[in-house]
Nanobody, 117 residues
Framework: QVQLQESGPGLVKPSQTLSLTCTISGGSITTNVYYWSWIRQPPGKGLEWMGAIRPSGNTHYNPTLKSRTSISKDTSKNQFTLQLNSVTPEDTAVYYC?????????WGRGTQVTVSS
């Protein structure tokens, strides 16, 4: 059974960088068929796909966030990370990591990140 767990600070100040890590268990980030995604949900709004990384290291980003987003992986730790630069209060959301194979089939529980001074 694949499990994903998000971790990182719950509070980030405006203009700073938001950094989150997703730890995968019960599966490998190196399995070629999957993408590993970050998705967020602001309060009162729908889900927003932010971007994904493949085992090769290739990344794909939501065009609206591309200039501020970076996704990387650490194969030795079976983890992938999200960095979102220059955050504003509009980046306040629950952030999820998920595995994608035709659909996002496994999700972490999500972690609340609040951007506030």
């Amino acid at each position: 059974q694949v499990q994903l767990q998000e971790s990182g600070p719950g509070l980030v100040k405006p203009s700073q960088t938001l950094s989150l890590t997703c730890t995968i268990s019960g599966g490998s980030i190196t399995t070629n068929v999957y993408y590993w995604s970050w998705i967020r949900q602001p309060p009162g709004k729908g889900l927003e796909w932010m971007g994904a990384i493949r085992p090769s290291g290739n990344t794909h980003y939501n065009p609206t966030l591309k200039s501020r987003t970076s996704i990387s992986k650490d194969t030795s730790k079976n983890q992938f990370t999200l960095q979102l630069n220059s955050v504003t209060p509009e980046d306040t959301a629950v952030y999820y990591c998920a595995r994608y194979y035709a659909a996002h089939d496994y999700w972490g529980r999500g972690t609340q990140v609040t951007v506030s001074s």
